[in-house]
């Protein structure tokens, strides 16, 4: 297992936002409803991960389902004033899902944009709906490791490199090693204003494919 971060630029979550946009429009096909930094970063990288991995085994991908899973935070999301002496954790979880042949697919950023902002849409409408079924969400990102599911650690509005102790070289989530490749982590840019830095951790031959195709893909994914 090697571990590496990856700087998605604005200027990237701009291009990707474009291409989206004017495909939808040329295909007359419904837009994501939401087109955020982190859900264009998000989309990127599933769709990235999805390829590397087919790259990596040299096989097709089929119709297995992938499933994309990520935290919000809920303070904003649940209809009602919070006191502003409230100190602790409110956040909701959501899990989409998005077959691997559609996520390789020349509109597959377009299928996972759409998957995770529908996502976010309906935290935003409903927070805590579905609330008892989140433990169990959350175990299909346990598993070996073989599976392609990918959920996201961390928060990019946490700008973890301003803290009272400095300015870190560098910040590393190494929770996310022990999920083989189902986690990884979105950090606030150290030095790119409203970059996301994207940390994981995978096999030496899917991080090659992964970082070949996160360098390249604006040219690779959006040639068509």
Not at 89 to 117: H, K, P, W, Y
Request: charged share 20%; proline share 4%.
């Amino acid at each position: 297992m090697v571990r590496a971060t990856f700087l998605m630029r604005p200027a990237d979550m701009e291009k990707i936002k474009h291409w989206i946009v004017g495909r939808c429009k040329a295909k007359n096909t419904v837009q994501s409803p939401r087109l955020s930094p982190y859900n264009l970063t998000g989309a990127f990288v599933w769709v990235c991960l999805i390829k590397s991995l087919e790259r990596a085994s040299g096989k097709l991908i089929g119709k297995n389902s992938s499933c994309f899973g990520f935290n919000a935070g809920g303070l904003t999301r649940l209809g009602y004033p919070i006191p502003t002496t409230y100190f602790g954790n409110c956040i909701g979880f959501a899990r989409t899902m998005a077959t691997q042949s559609e996520l390789c697919g020349e509109d597959g950023i377009i299928v996972a944009a759409n998957a995770v902002g529908s996502k976010g849409k309906d935290l935003d409408e409903a927070l805590l709906d579905g609330a008892e079924n989140w433990i169990s969400d959350i175990e299909v990102f346990n598993g070996s490791g073989s599976e392609p599911h990918l959920m996201i650690s961390g928060s990019p509005k946490l700008d973890l490199y301003d803290t009272d102790f400095g300015k870190a070289r560098k910040i590393e989530e190494i929770s996310i090693d022990k999920a083989k490749g189902n986690a990884i982590s979105f950090t606030q840019s150290r030095d790119v204003k409203g970059g996301i830095e994207v940390g994981l951790t995978l096999p030496k031959p899917k991080m090659d494919a992964f970082a070949c195709f996160f360098s390249h893909g604006m040219d690779i994914l959006f040639a068509f």
